[in-house]
């Protein structure tokens, strides 16, 4: 059974070394902070590294771009836990792509920022694809790029989780970068459960292509709660069940309604031409309709079914062409918030025979089964965001789903109603969708490294119904 962990010192730094022209050089002695960043909206981990420097190692290795940093750090297991995997925080070669805030800290000292990036960004940035791709499903075009343009296979353990989508396409990448193309194809990604949510992304272990619709149908594994620091000072006491303090959270944003109508993330309104057949189409979209058939953390939508009473929204939704034959109730005349299409009208280009190399290839783009979902599925995960800081954990990964417990602003340590009154709307699961790992080095005598985290969190629905509101006009 491994150690447990007692404070949020017990890290070693087995390996801290920047690789120049003239070999390998230990950065531990120098290292005053150590971040690492990982996102789910991100293509690639991002980092950064404050030195403490009266060597001027900028001049006498050089530093000047064509530097990598290998990190190895080490943690203590946690006490009871039979999956102590994640020990450790290893990864990637991070690649220099500038200095920053570099200062005389005083006479012959100085302290800069080596601004860090990962190894497929980089790699990314030296190519450009042309190439096509028919009777293949999206996913298998991503792993073909992943595998010949960004992963050489060097690493065994950076290897792509993919999760297989729907149907083949035939396609051509239109001369993008790696990381460019697969955002591109994520955009028309389809899940075969459903979910138009394709995110590709990179965390410590790894990279994933994979649809946010399943990551939020898996059971959150671990509790944030938050308590008096007083109840247990290490901020440990029940990680063996996969409960951790909260030793700070702050709100970074519960909705904001413009964007999300813009966004399309109520309703919207696609319009299809066929460039060849000179064919329009238009096709509705429902955001309380699509929300029912998806996974979420959470779940009830954010809204209600509430009547809009603007005076516009009692006017017949614009009609800019025919309904498709599949769509037989276009939205035109229903006054709640789904139903108001006019906010946000997108435009597409289709044909049944793009990219055909003969007459007899027929390909759909199906755009009017991605292009809405998609915005609305992403705009989903851009509303109520909490960031929290935490004693560093290793096992956690973007992601991830947690639950959150966070007492109701109404309850106060006095009463004891911190621990029973939860805030109803706040409290639940939720989605890690970034994680700043930080390694502190705060006493060089006896090099005692404290591991922190701020993980960003989002939740797409609420654990309770919001209540109908009331007319505030008559009929």
């Known amino acids: 059974m491994a150690t447990p962990i007692v404070n949020v010192q017990d890290v070693t730094v087995n390996n801290l070394s920047i690789r120049s022209a003239l070999g390998n050089f230990d950065l531990i002695p120098l290292f005053v902070e150590l971040t690492i960043e ?83 960004f980089m790699s990314s940035m030296h190519s450009k694809i042309s190439k096509s791709y028919s009777g293949k499903r999206i996913s298998d075009m991503v792993t073909d790029i992943y595998y010949t343009y960004l992963n050489d296979g060097s690493n065994s353990s950076n290897q792509l989780n993919t999760e297989t989508t729907e ?71 029940n990680l063996a069940k996969g409960i951790q303090k909260i030793n700070k959270y ?22 299809t031409h066929d460039i060849v057949r000179k064919k329009i189409t238009q096709y509705d979209f429902n955001g309380y309709y699509d929300f029912l058939s998806l996974n979420h953390v959470g779940t009830f939508p954010v809204i209600s079914s509430s009547k809009v009473e603007t005076a516009s929204s009692g006017v017949n939704r614009t009609s800019f062409a025919p309904s498709d034959e599949a769509n037989n109730f276009p939205i035109t005349n229903e006054r709640d918030l789904s139903s108001m299409t006019d906010g946000a009208v997108c435009f597409y280009p289709k044909h049944n025979q793009m990219y055909a190399k003969n007459s007899k290839d027929l390909y759909d783009n199906k755009v009017e089964t991605w292009k809405l979902q998609r915005n609305a599925q992403l705009a989903a995960y851009d509303n109520l965001t909490m960031m929290i800081e935490v004693s560093g954990n290793s096992t956690l990964r973007v992601g991830q789903t947690v639950t959150l417990e966070l007492p109701s ?18 409290s639940g699961a939720y989605m890690i ?30 654990e309770d119904v919001v209540t109908n509101r009331t007319s505030r006009k008559e009929d």
Not at 172 to 178: A, R
Not at 250 to 271: A, C, H, P, V, W
Not at 409 to 426: P, R
Request: glycine share 6%.
């Open 409 to 426: 602003a109404e309850a106060t340590d006095g009463d004891g109603g911190a621990e029973h009154a939860y805030d109803k709307f706040l």
């Open 38 to 120: 990982e996102s789910l909206f991100r293509s690639s981990l991002t980092g950064s590294i404050i030195l403490a420097d009266s060597f001027n190692i900028p001049e006498k290795l050089p530093i000047v771009g064509e530097e990598t940093l290998d990190i190895d750090i080490a943690l203590s297991g946690i006490d009871g836990r039979e999956d102590e995997v994640g020990l450790s925080i290893k990864p990637p070669p991070m690649h220099v792509n500038s200095i920053d805030a570099r200062f005389m800290a005083k006479p012959k000292s100085q302290v800069f920022t080596l601004d860090l990036i990962s190894e497929q």
């Open 433 to 462: 969708t970034a994680i700043k790992h930080i390694f502190s080095a705060h006493q060089k005598k006896d090099n005692k490294v404290s591991y922190t985290m701020k993980i960003e969190l989002v939740k797409d629905a609420l």
């Open 250 to 271: 702050y709100f970074l944003k519960q909705f904001d309604k413009i964007q999300n109508i813009e966004d399309g993330y109520y309703s919207s309104k696609l319009i």
């Open 167 to 237: 149907r083949t396409e035939s396609l051509i990448i239109p001369n993008l970068s790696p990381l460019d193309a697969i955002s591109w194809l994520s955009n028309r990604a389809e899940g075969s459960a459903g979910g138009n949510n394709y995110v590709f992304y990179e965390t410590i272990d790894g990279s994933s292509f994979i649809s946010i619709n399943t990551l939020s149908g898996v059971e959150p594994f671990w509790k944030f709660i938050f308590k008096p620091r007083s109840d247990d000072a290490a901020g440990v006491e």
